[in-house]
């Protein structure tokens, strides 16, 4: 069939839909076998400053640090040591602050998220899965978020 190349495309990607898919492509560095979450920071301008996905901190191997989640003892379990996807994103900024600006994430942020994310004067939070939506970690970031405007 014969296209018309007069015309703009119609069925491109609009910005909400763009930058949560960056987020969901973010997601697949994840090593989490669980659970990979990606996150997508945008300025007022449409702008990416900043992308980052769930993983252990810099220096902190992969293959050295546990992915298990529920081994008795808590030292071989990720959770002490996992950084979020929210906090690389935002430390992971390529400009001096993120004060105004969208989060993109796929998992609702938690508790610890949500207060880096109001701390760092990120205005926006969108996301796409509510998962944990009856947990107390998400209710206590909603609580956050609520108060803080976001
Ligand atoms: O706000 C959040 C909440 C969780 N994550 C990451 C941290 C972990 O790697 C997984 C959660 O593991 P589960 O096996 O689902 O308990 O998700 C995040 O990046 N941001
Ligand atoms: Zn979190």
Known sequence: MAKNLNKKRENYLNWDEYFMA?????????KDPCSQVGACIVNNENVIV???YNGMPKGCHDDDFPWEKENENPLDNKYYYVCHAELNAILNKNCADVKGCRIYVGLFPCNECGKVI????????????????????????KLMMDSAGK
């Open 22 to 30: 960056t987020a969901f492509l973010a997601a697949k560095r994840s």
């Open 50 to 52: 900043g992308i980052g």
């Open 118 to 141: 109001i701390q760092s004067g990120i205005k926006e939070v969108i996301y796409m899965s509510d998962k944990h939506s009856h947990k107390p970690h998400t209710i206590a970031s």
